[in-house]
């Protein structure tokens, strides 16, 4: 599966060079850089990782608040970083399976829009269909056959923040730790039914939906219109979703209301949000998501970037805050989760002495593809003091997490074991 998404992606790359892909909106030196032969470091200025600032000031569950975003943000459930919420891993703790709707991280290029389900409208439209613009409203959509999935939503750029903590490498974007990333049951439509309906033709080669929240402008003032990326169609045929609800519940408006993309196993940017048209082309589309956003630059990676990223990569986290002191002498049930968007995770590994020695996690799911697996481990610290944490996945192919992520100038796929700081209290 991940070498038929990589040759198509030079397919589409192939097809940009005879003239035959559009590109909207993408800027020259994008386009460039795509055919780039030679060196083609540093895609995106860095920036550096700024810290997340201010959370100490405040009384332990205020609310914190980002702009544009609509839901609570306590501060002992999420840390904000600018239009951006990450959730706290200690409070995942006690939750079950799926991620509650009101600690689900929330990743917003500009600021939630409020939409009413009964004014809104999908358009599909494009040169791969066989007549002119289809549309759709709420209630025909949700008059479909529906589905339901278990699907995970994670960042690409999840984990961004240890690239300089712990590898000391400057990368552009925001700073997250691990907690850009929740996993939700979803109900919606098949994409393919949708386009079936709408008319695909035989040539149709790429889907790109677009979101209907305000256009972004980026960090050096470059407007770069509504977020969209384009899939290749065998994707969005095959698993993507469009989904009305939550967790049983109408899509709130931080993760899409009324309606928003999933793209299982996919990163983040490939589910939009808010979906108000999706274009289908019988030319291969470009967009800044999948230009000059969202692929692989640096020295380790080819020439001119990477192919644009695809699947996640696989993680580990502990449900514990950083520093979160524990009681010498007490047995701690250590909890936590691992995930990949490529095979399901087979086992995990936990460090308590910094790297030296690994025991065998319990794993309380079963290796799984569509989701996380939770994971515990007891430990009785003897000594107080400072003390290390680390968890290590392995899926069924047999990758386990590196001691290194692989440096790209936008801090993207972080996949190496994550060191967790804990204070052991006398
Ligand atoms: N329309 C729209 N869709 C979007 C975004 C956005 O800013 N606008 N952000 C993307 C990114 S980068 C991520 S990681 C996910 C985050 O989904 P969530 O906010 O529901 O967690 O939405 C994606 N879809
Ligand atoms: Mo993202």
């Known amino acids: ?88 891993w200690a409070a995942l703790r006690d939750t079950g399976y799926h991620t509650p709707n009101e600690l689900f991280f929330v990743r917003n290029h500009t600021r939630t829009p409020r939409l009413a389900a009964a004014d809104w409208r999908l358009t599909v439209w494009g040169s791969g269909l066989r007549s002119g613009p289809v549309e759709f409203g709420f209630d025909e959509l949700r008059a479909l056959p529906a589905t339901e999935l278990t699907a995970a939503v994670e960042c690409a750029g999840n984990g961004r923040s240890f690239y300089t903590s712990q590898q000391g490498e400057t990368v552009s974007g925001t700073a997250w730790k691990l907690g850009a990333i929740g996993v939700a049951h979803w109900r919606g439509v098949r994409l393919a039914e949708v386009l079936r309906r709408a008319g695909l033709r035989r040539d149709a080669v790429d889907v790109q939906p677009r979101g209907l929240d305000d256009p972004f402008t980026d960090s050096s003032g470059a407007e770069l219109g509504r977020v969209r990326r384009p899939l290749p169609l065998a994707k969005a045929l095959d698993d993507v979703l469009l989904g009305y609800q939550m967790n049983g519940e109408p899509l709130p408006a931080d993760h899409g209301h009324p309606v928003r993309v999933l793209v299982p196993s996919w990163i983040g940017i490939a589910s939009i949000k808010w979906v108000g048209d999706i274009e289908v082309s019988a030319e291969p589309l470009y967009s800044p998501w999948n230009t000059d956003l969202y692929r692989l630059f640096g020295p380790d990676h080819p020439a001119g970037g990477s192919a644009p990223l695809t699947r996640q990569t696989l993680k580990s986290a502990f449900e514990l805050d950083w520093d979160a002191p524990l009681a010498v002498g007490a047995t701690h049930e250590l909890t936590g989760r691992s995930w990949s968007g490529g095979a399901p995770v087979r086992s995990v590994e936990v460090s308590v002495d910094g790297g030296r020695r690994w025991r065998a996690a319990r794993l309380r799911d079963r290796p799984r593809p569509d989701g996380w697996v939770r994971w515990s481990l007891p430990w009785t610290p003897t000594t107080p003091g400072p003390a290390t944490l680390l968890a290590r996945a392995t899926d069924a192919d047999g990758t386990r997490q590196p001691e290194r992520a692989t440096y790209n100038a936008q801090g993207y796929l972080f996949n190496a074991v994550v060191r967790h700081p804990v204070l052991v209290t006398a």
């Open 1 to 88: 599966m991940t070498n038929d998404e990589r040759s198509y992606d030079r397919l589409r790359l192939r097809q940009f060079l005879d003239g035959t892909a559009r590109a909207d909106g993408v800027d020259r030196r994008a386009l460039l850089r795509l055919l780039a032969a030679g060196d083609a470091v540093g895609a995106a200025s860095a920036l550096g990782v700024a810290s997340p600032a201010g959370a100490a000031a405040r009384a332990p569950g205020a609310a914190d608040s980002a702009p544009g975003i609509v839901k609570p943000l306590p501060d002992d459930r999420f840390v904000v970083h600018g239009t951006n919420a990450e959730t706290c």
